[in-house]
């Protein structure tokens, strides 16, 4: 018997087929249209590029050298040939430090601003104040209070990633159904205990978001905490280049921030895929 005779009399099974091969078919699909606009944009700037006003833009394939010179060398080995992964390495260790820290800074106090009306009376009006003050106004006191070098751009990089996860957490937090709560009291559940097994639960698709929303603010961020005088870096060597006209360098730098942001963000989407697979916004 053919299989097509087989999938006839086999409904369930040609069913089956179909499911798959849709499924084959949208997996195909969501890469190539993600190559859509980048292709468009390639187009575009080329032929922008070949206009007289816009002389001063390099066009893609000079960036393209530049950047294969930059990571690998060999072409024009100048400063900045083969030091790619050394400015990667030290704009991710940064960008991590300050993340973390923030993480850490805003999680608890998200929660508790969140749950307990004290601390959001205490705590909420100077976070409010201070949260418009753009980073770059805060860069010259951290080079007085930490000094030129890599503490001063951690710092930044904290102060740009502190506030989406906690105004996310806190959202989260009082996003929480009451009836919850109230089925936790009639359950047992103390007060103390309600945090980690109702308000943290509840809040964590709200939490993920602010996550990555703070790591992409803290990929921002990087440029100017390397303004501080840090030798290394992609914001570092973005100033370099940029002193000296280099600006193919210029754009290469900025390539290497979006697709480093880029991976980190798909490396938290994918820990909240596995951690809330009940959500139906995190599947």
Avoid at 98 to 106: C, I, N
Avoid at 210 to 232: C, K, S, Y
Wanted: aromatic fraction near 10%.
């Amino acid at each position: 018997m053919s299989i097509a005779a087989e999938r006839t009399q086999n409904p369930t099974a040609a069913k089956a087929h179909r499911r798959q091969f849709a499924f084959d078919g949208t997996r195909l699909k969501q890469p190539l249209l993600a190559l859509v606009l980048p292709i468009l944009l390639l187009i575009g700037w080329h032929f922008a590029t070949s206009w007289q006003a816009y002389s001063l833009i390099p066009p893609p394939h000079q960036v393209a050298l530049a950047f294969w010179d930059l990571a690998v060398g060999g072409i024009r080995n100048d400063f900045f040939s083969g030091t790619l992964l050394t400015h990667v390495i030290a704009s991710v260790s940064r960008v991590y430090g300050g993340f973390f820290l923030a993480v850490v800074a805003a999680l608890p106090l998200g929660l508790m601003i969140g749950r307990v009306p004290l601390v959001r009376q205490t705590f909420d009006p100077l976070l409010q104040i201070m949260r418009p003050i753009p980073v770059t106004a805060w860069l010259p006191l951290a080079m007085i209070i930490f000094g030129i070098g890599p503490t001063s751009a951690v710092f930044l990089v904290f102060l740009g990633a502190f506030y989406p996860i906690l105004i996310n957490t806190v959202f989260g937090v009082r996003s929480v159904e009451p009836r919850l709560f109230e089925a936790a009291s009639m359950l047992g559940c103390s007060p103390s205990a309600q945090f980690t097994k109702v308000v943290l639960p509840a809040a964590l698709p709200a939490i993920f978001t602010g996550l990555r929303l703070g790591l992409g603010f803290a990929w921002m961020i990087i440029v100017i905490g390397e303004m501080t005088g840090v030798p290394t870096g992609l914001g570092a060597i973005i100033m370099e280049a940029r002193q000296l006209s280099r600006t193919e360098i210029v754009i290469c730098g900025m390539i290497a921030i979006g697709v480093a942001g880029f991976i980190s963000d798909r490396i938290v989407l994918m820990i909240g895929r596995k951690l809330l697979s009940w959500s139906p916004n995190h599947v």
